[in-house]
């Protein structure tokens, strides 16, 4: 027979396992959802500048800098002179955060149907409680 104290240890160690895991996995995920927005969130600065850069030669081809100034391109002047001055790094992260895993949630549960998703989570729970069961049952014995 198993010593008790045995079985206890035995099945805090399993539970401790499974949370590590969960924290490991979620963890994972975690950095690999942030690799992926940098990117995309340089990869929209990229696209702006190259737009507050059109901008600006624009603006400056246009002669919008000086004093005598065209009046029929005043309007289009102030769009550029906006465009020019906005800041490449106020782009929404969480807009982009948000489209981001908007996509890669849909990637990975649009292979995936209901079956599947519902047979690993009932794996994982059966498992989960059988394995304390077992230990418990053993344990109160």
Known sequence: MIPGLFLAYAQLVFNVSIVVMLFYGISTIIQILEGDLQKQLDK????????????SRDYFNNRCSHIDAPPALESTCDAWKTCMEQDDKNILKSKETAAILAEILNNFFGHLNDRTLMCFMAIFVTGVIAGNAILCTKYRL
């Open 44 to 55: 929209q600065s990229h696209v702006l500048m190259r737009d507050i850069v059109k901008c």
